[in-house]
């Protein structure tokens, strides 16, 4: 084991042990809310927008992030909110430990995900690691191929990635031009 093992057992563990703490039912509402939360904040966009119009005169340019921000946040708040609720609840419970062990294995997953996403937003940078960590690690060909493997898989059975990928492009693109102007 090289360098760089050590360095993704780290996050690995730091990811297993939050997982343990939040536990299998809140680590999945989490994932839930995320892709709901980006779908409705996507969809009611405009009307937020809208609602802010009325109330602000400046940076109006802005206000598709304010709005989209506000819509994310709120729906990720309130379903994680009633999900820690019925986390206080199952931990009364036998099923209990078990919803921790599973955090933690989710947790683990979810990290090792996070971790593969970075390495390939770095490669797509041009940014690359140390040949002789990368030659010398037994765990970065398992992780590196996660995020782009899972994205691609999904990607095929759910176009919402490409019309989210789009969207957020073009409100960049929105914004930047609103900024030059």
């Known amino acids: 084991m090289g360098t760089l093992d050590y360095i993704i057992l780290a996050i690995l563990a730091i990811g297993a042990y939050s997982g343990y703490r939040r536990g299998l039912f809140v680590g999945i509402i989490s994932i839930v809310a995320f892709f709901v939360a980006i779908i409705l904040a996507f969809h009611l966009m405009d009307w937020g927008t809208e609602l802010l119009a009325k109330k602000v ?17 709120a729906v990720i708040l309130s379903i994680r909110g009633l999900a820690y609720v019925v986390k206080k609840t199952l931990d009364l419970t036998i099923l209990g430990s078990l919803d921790s062990v599973g ?12 971790l593969s996403l970075i390495l390939w937003v770095a490669n797509s940078f041009e940014f690359k690691l140390s040949q002789p960590w990368v030659k010398e690690s037994i765990f970065y060909a398992y992780i590196q191929p996660l995020a782009p493997v899972t994205i691609n898989f999904v990607d095929g059975y759910t176009p919402i990635v490409k019309q989210t990928i789009s969207s957020i492009q073009e409100l960049v693109n929105t914004a930047s031009n609103a900024l030059v102007n």
């Open 57 to 73: 005169e400046n940076l109006t340019f802005m206000l598709p992030f304010v709005a989209f921000l506000i819509i994310f946040l």
């Open 103 to 114: 955090g933690s294995i989710l947790g683990m997953l979810k990290t090792g995900f996070t």
